[in-house]
């Protein structure tokens, strides 16, 4: 079964950081990225690593959060600093295998590219306070 584990989410302040890691098992994704979610609020794409190996980042995060992966222990990061209250979200790893999708596609728009993902974790949750 493939798993997508994530960790790394909590509580800090305004202006504080939090590195958030997911662990990927299984297959070899050949895109992955981060998507989050807020209560009452709409699923909102935050960083991706493209087959290709671009970068994108939603506007709202660009110069503040770092996507970045580690191919040799399967771990997919994201970096946040000068952390907002808005940012406080549940975080998703999210990856794409190139095969069919079990429980079906997470998709949206990100940077102008379209981020389609098969696989996605529980999530980690992080919480900004002001």
């Known amino acids: 079964q493939v798993q997508l584990v994530e960790s790394g989410g909590g509580s800090v302040q305004a202006g504080g950081s939090l590195r958030l890691s997911c662990v990927a098992s299984r297959y070899r994704y050949r895109s992955m990225g981060w998507f989050r979610q807020a209560p009452g609020k709409e699923r909102e794409g935050v960083a991706a690593?493209?087959?290709?190996?671009?970068?994108s980042y939603a506007d709202s995060v660009k110069g503040r959060f770092t996507i970045s992966k580690d191919n040799g222990k399967s771990t997919l990061y994201l970096q946040m600093n000068s952390l907002k209250p808005e940012d406080t979200a549940m975080y998703y790893c999210?990856?794409?295998?190139?095969?069919?999708?079990?429980?079906?596609?997470?998709?949206?728009?990100?940077?102008?590219?379209?981020?389609?993902?098969?696989?996605w974790g529980q999530g980690t949750q992080a919480t900004v306070s002001s």
């Open positions: 690593i493209h087959v290709d190996g671009t970068l």
């Open positions: 999210a990856a794409e295998n190139g095969q069919q999708a079990p429980r079906g596609w997470v998709e949206y728009i990100l940077g102008g590219r379209l981020c389609k993902y098969n696989y």
